[in-house]
């Protein structure tokens, strides 16, 4: 695990069982947080759109609402933290469900002391960022960073649906730069145009439409604008 300071959002409606999991994360010696504090269902939710923290401790009881439901706002928001359910009961099929929907682990909270939670988290944050680098290799190009032709198709799809469902318009733009396949064949496809054109180009168009910006492989990259 690195050195910085792990950012964790802990979400329990009740305050007495927030100060003992605040309690727990401050005895570890050997993992610091910052930790924030969401009292409510509400505040949760707008804490994971932010899509800031680097590990979620769940309480599976938030009044009408369960840690389940939050898993579920955390894979519509694509969050990049793993999540972790605590419970006062040790029920398996909540266990299972809790797993089924993502989380990284579930612990009983009677049974838990800071030591088993700081594996707990190490592991989870492990994992994760394992699986996020397996899914760069995957869905990513290795010459720009963009999204490659798998994912752009994916997301493409889902904003199609988006737009159907909502009655909203769609373009799609396909990026043509001339010369591109000149510069390749004379300069070097890897040398020097990942370092002194590619990749320059790209993160600038990047900063605008992170999320709907592509390059298909051998090709010019496409966009889709909502």
């Given at each position: 695990?690195?050195?910085?300071?792990?950012?964790?959002?802990?979400?329990?409606?009740?305050?007495?069982?927030?100060?003992?999991?605040?309690?727990?994360?401050?005895?570890?010696?050997?993992?610091?947080?910052?930790?924030?504090?969401?009292?409510?269902?509400?505040?949760?939710?707008?804490?994971?759109?932010?899509?800031?923290?680097?590990?979620?401790?769940?309480?599976?009881?938030?009044?009408?609402?369960?840690?389940?439901?939050?898993?579920?706002?955390?894979?519509?928001?694509?969050?990049?933290?793993?999540?972790?359910?605590?419970?006062?009961?040790?029920?398996?099929?909540?266990?299972?469900?809790?797993m089924n929907?993502?989380?990284?682990?579930?612990?009983?909270?009677?049974?838990?002391?800071?030591?088993?939670?700081?594996?707990?988290?190490?592991?989870?944050?492990?994992?994760?960022?394992?699986?996020?680098?397996?899914?760069?290799?995957?869905?990513?190009?290795?010459?720009?960073?963009?999204?490659?032709?798998?994912?752009?198709?994916?997301?493409?799809?889902?904003?199609?649906?988006?737009?159907?469902?909502?009655?909203?318009?769609?373009?799609?733009?396909?990026?043509?730069?001339?010369?591109?396949?000149?510069?390749?064949?004379?300069?070097?496809?890897?040398?020097?145009?990942?370092?002194?054109?590619?990749?320059?180009?790209?993160?600038?168009m990047l900063?605008?439409?992170?999320?709907?910006?592509?390059?298909?492989?051998?090709?010019?990259?496409?966009?889709?604008?909502?």
């Amino acid at each position: 695990m690195d050195a910085r300071r792990l950012k964790a959002l802990v979400v329990d409606d009740d305050e007495d069982d927030y100060l003992l999991t605040s309690a727990l994360l401050a005895e570890m010696p050997n993992l610091k947080l910052n930790v924030e504090w969401a009292r409510s269902y509400a505040h949760a939710v707008e804490a994971i759109a932010r899509d800031e923290h680097d590990i979620y401790l769940l309480d599976y009881s938030l009044g009408q609402h369960t840690g389940l439901d939050l898993l579920h706002e955390m894979a519509a928001h694509t969050c990049r933290g793993p999540a972790i359910i605590l419970t006062g009961c040790n029920e398996r099929c909540v266990d299972l469900e809790a797993m089924n929907a993502g989380a990284a682990d579930y612990l009983v909270k009677g049974k838990l002391d800071a030591d088993q939670l700081e594996r707990s988290i190490r592991y989870s944050v492990r994992q994760r960022r394992a699986e996020q680098q397996i899914t760069r290799m995957a869905y990513y190009d290795g010459l720009t960073n963009l999204p490659n032709r798998v994912l752009f198709h994916d997301r493409l799809q889902q904003a199609v649906l988006h737009a159907a469902r909502y009655h909203r318009r769609l373009a799609v733009m396909f990026l043509d730069i001339d010369n591109f396949k000149l510069l390749n064949d004379r300069l070097g496809h890897q040398a020097y145009l990942s370092k002194r054109f590619a990749r320059p180009l790209y993160a600038r168009m990047l900063t605008a439409q992170a999320q709907r910006l592509a390059r298909r492989a051998g090709a010019d990259p496409d966009a889709f604008v909502p």
